[in-house]
């Protein structure tokens, strides 16, 4: 049976993992309708990364004796001035989710709680991914500056940036 404040954590978790689903989302719509087809596919998949995230913590939630909360998603901003914006905001939101998974996982180990404990490690280390590729992204934007040459590039090969440094779901 989960402890009150474990399933508490848990459940603040699947909600920021379904925020995180529908932020990726607004920002391929914003991707695929501003010409960066690539950048749109990128976002696309990881939004439904991020939805499987979330499924993978209501599953936990449901399984040890909890009740998982289907969030509600509060929709974010559906436009950016450009592909710099779009990967700031996405390095500081996973900023902020590696934060929320520390609190849980902080919460497990002031309940003695290590079955969440050893369950959190899969988010602690696909935050580590996660962070690492917004950086990179954000280090190759810098590089392409306004060229518009080479942000065509940087569109064109964006898909493989992510499998360079990323695991998946
Ligand atoms: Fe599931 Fe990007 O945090």
Known sequence: MLHESIAQALNQQIALEGQSSHTYLTMAVWAETSGFDGVAEFLYAHSEE????????????NERGGVAEVPTVEAGPTSYEGLKEVFESILAHETK?????????????????????NFMQW??????????????????????????GALY????????????????N
């Open 50 to 61: 991020e939805r499987q995230h979330m499924l993978k913590l209501m599953r936990f939630v």
């Open 123 to 148: 988010y602690v280390s696909e935050q580590i991914e996660e962070e690492g590729l917004a950086r990179k992204i954000l280090d190759k934007l810098a590089l392409a500056g306004n060229d518009q």
């Open 153 to 168: 590039l940087f569109d064109r090969d964006i898909l493989s940036f992510d499998q360079e440094g990323h695991s998946g």
């Open 97 to 117: 989710v590696t934060e929320s998974i520390n609190h849980v996982v902080d919460a497990c180990l002031q309940a003695k709680d290590y079955t969440t404990h």
